[in-house]
């Protein structure tokens, strides 16, 4: 065989196993193919079937916002008739119609945007605020409006929503109350009676007006809050005071009037008069306590008894004095009689004495006649110095007794004066009766000089004592009316002041000037007439 046919035969070969294996390869692959064609099919099959839960769920979760949708449409129906039933609300409340006016007060335009602007920019609804609406008439009326944010699908938002309610006549209400509560107040800071309100478990004062602490001398309104009333009741009286609170609170309120003694802050006693009420103060039981100082009005009915008295013991003494004359007379008689008859000279002095002294009783129980009736106003000219001495023998007696000296610097030269001899004797007896009893309280003992003299047209009059003198505070008030500085049943206040009206009635002028511890000065300036100057002349 030739290299040629046997290269052909050999090329064969190869191409021929070559085939095979190709054919080989193909069939592998085919296999292989089909493999992948079961694993893809049942990959298929698997993705099926999870397409086909996914649809069913789509389904599902379709047929879910279908449900919503019709449901939020249902909502969005009756959010339509509420908004439409609020605007309803809204314009009754304003009276507009739907033509554009403004229904908020300038005032509140800026307080209003303020809590739609924190709306907006938190997304918290604002539970509810006050402002003023003007109605369709012009009147303001007041509303109070809850306002909450619209949002969109994305949470943003694009608008309010609000409510609101006519809280025209709640504020009406309540401006009414406030007022009578600020009025209330005012009435019971302002009165001029003293009101306190007690707790009525403790019986401790809750609350008090000025006039109160004023009158007890606290400080201030706090100061009296939690006091217990009975500190500055006196002893005796304390359990008419507790009857009182406890008749009106928890008994028949009866507003019994009583009159009290009490205690100031200080100590210094008053008296009240007091009466008491139930009430309720914050909600709970209390009793209100009023009371008016009567402290002056008390002593002033006491001195008006003491006057009384005194008048009753002037006529009893006048009633005396007539009594006396009689047997005074006798004895100025008789004396002289048994004068005139041949006695011894001893005798005769006695008699002569008992004489002198009878006829100097006769002087003062007439002096003391004529000062104790009644006379009526009777101006004359009459010599002041007369009028004084006349006084001073009066009180000679108890000048002696009390070891009292007058020293005695009277103008003879002084002229007659146009006065009333009884008034001006009743001036010048309380001026040195006042003068006696200092002194003596002060030392036992003392000396009052008198003076007159003349001043230009004025007849001037001085009375001055060594006595302890009086304070700059009491000098101002010692002509007024029950004024006094003496102890208890020493004085009734009326003399000084007696004094003042008569010299002013005269046209002159009473005044005192005092050194504490120096003794005092009173002073009596009376006018001189011109016709009394002429006569004095002559």
């Known amino acids: 065989m ?17 085939t095979l294996g190709l054919a080989a390869f193909f069939v592998m692959e085919m296999q292989k193919l089909e493999g992948d064609k ?6 298929f099959a698997q993705a099926q079937d999870m397409f086909q839960q996914k649809e069913k769920g789509f389904l599902q979760e379709r047929k879910k916002l279908t449900d919503d949708a019709q449901k939020a449409n249902d909502e969005k129906v009756l959010l339509g008739k509420k908004i439409k039933q609020i605007e309803k609300e809204q314009e009754k409340l304003t009276s507009e119609t739907t033509e554009e006016k403004e229904i908020t007060t300038e005032e509140d335009i800026e307080a209003v945007f303020r809590v739609f602007n924190k709306v907006y920019q938190t997304g918290v609804s604002n539970k509810g605020f006050p402002w003023t609406t003007v109605r369709k008439d012009g009147s303001h009326g007041f509303a109070e409006t809850s306002v909450s944010p619209i949002l969109d699908n994305k949470r943003k938002i694009i608008g309010f929503r609000g409510v609101g309610r006519d809280i025209t006549e709640h504020r009406r209400i309540e401006e009414a109350l406030r007022q009578s509560e600020e009025n209330y107040k005012v009435l019971f800071d302002s009165s001029v009676i003293g009101t306190i309100v007690l707790n009525a478990d403790t019986l401790k004062v809750v609350m008090a007006n000025r006039a109160a602490t004023e009158m007890f001398g606290f400080g201030s309104l706090e100061e009296v809050q939690g006091a217990d009333p009975l500190d500055h009741i006196r002893p005796e009286d304390k359990q008419r005071v507790v009857k009182l ?7 028949e309120n009866t507003h019994e009037i009583v009159e009290l003694g009490a205690f100031t802050k200080e100590g210094r006693e008053i008296w009240i008069s007091a009466t008491g009420a139930r009430i ?12 008016t100082d009567v402290t002056e009005q008390k002593k002033q009915n006491e001195r008006l008894m003491m006057t009384d008295r005194l008048a009753s013991l002037g006529e009893l003494a006048s009633g005396a004095a007539h009594e006396l004359n009689n047997p005074l007379t006798s004895i100025i008689g008789f004396s002289e009689l048994l004068m005139d008859r041949e006695v011894p000279d001893d005798i005769r002095d006695e008699l002569k004495l008992i004489n002198n002294e009878a006829r100097r009783a006769v002087i003062v129980t007439n002096n003391f006649l004529s000062f104790a009736r009644k006379h009526s106003s009777t101006k004359q000219f009459n010599q002041i110095n007369n009028i004084i001495e006349d006084v001073l023998e009066l009180r000679g007696h108890e000048h ?25 004797q009743q001036v010048f007896l309380n001026i040195i009766i006042n003068a006696e009893y200092f002194m003596v309280k ?38 007024d009316p029950f004024f006094t500085t003496k102890e208890t049943g020493s ?5 000084l002041s007696i004094c003042h009206g008569i010299v002013n009635e005269h046209g002159g002028r009473i005044y005192a000037m005092s050194q504490l511890g120096k003794g005092t000065t009173i002073v009596i300036e009376l006018p001189i007439k011109k016709s009394a100057r002429i006569k004095s002349l002559v």
């Open 2 to 18: 030739s290299k040629a046919a046997k290269r052909s035969i050999l090329i064969l070969i190869i191409l021929l196993i070559a």
């Open 38 to 43: 079961d694993r893809v099919e049942q990959e």
């Open 245 to 251: 609170a406890l008749d009106n609170l928890f008994g």
């Open 280 to 291: 309720k103060h914050e909600g709970k039981l209390a009793g209100l306590i009023s009371f």
């Open 400 to 424: 002696r007794v009390n070891h009292i000296d007058i020293e005695r610097h009277l103008d003879r030269n002084l002229p007659e004066i146009m006065v009333d001899y009884f008034q001006m």
């Open 442 to 479: 002060m030392h036992n003992k003392g000396t009052l000089t008198i003076t007159t003299e003349k001043e230009n047209s004025t007849a001037r009059i001085s009375f001055a004592d060594d006595g302890p003198g009086i304070t700059d505070e009491n000098l101002g008030r010692i002509f």
């Open 491 to 495: 004085g009734t206040g009326l003399g």
